[in-house]
C-alpha cells in the first residue's frame, strides 16, 4: 500500500507489479461534489476533502443504472425479433 496526498486529504492506493514494473494506482477519488437534489443539472461544484486517509485501493461507487434498459432498448428497437425469412 502506498500513501499519497491531494488537495483534498491522504489517499491509501495500491501497488502492483505489471511485467516487472512497479505500478501505482489510486481508484475511486472523487473530483465533484454529489449531483443529486437541488445540484442536478447544474456545473459541479469540488469534492469535499476529509479527515485522515480514504483507502483509494478499489474503484468507488458505480452510478447508478437502469436494469430494465436493455429490455426496454431491445424492445423498442425490433432487436428481440428474428429476422424474417426471405423468398
Do not use: H
Amino acid at each position: 500500500m502506498t500513501i499519497a496526498t491531494t488537495t483534498a486529504g491522504d489517499v491509501r492506493g495500491a501497488e502492483t507489479l505489471i511485467e516487472g514494473v512497479k505500478v501505482r494506482s489510486f481508484l475511486g477519488i472523487p473530483y465533484a461534489g454529489s449531483t443529486a437534489g437541488t445540484g442536478r443539472f447544474l456545473t459541479p461544484v469540488a469534492a469535499a476533502g476529509w479527515a485522515g486517509v480514504r483507502d483509494c485501493s478499489g474503484p468507488g461507487p458505480a452510478a447508478p443504472q437502469n436494469r430494465e434498459f436493455p429490455a426496454l432498448l431491445a424492445a423498442n428497437l425490433g432487436l428481440g425479433a428474428k429476422a424474417a425469412a426471405s423468398t
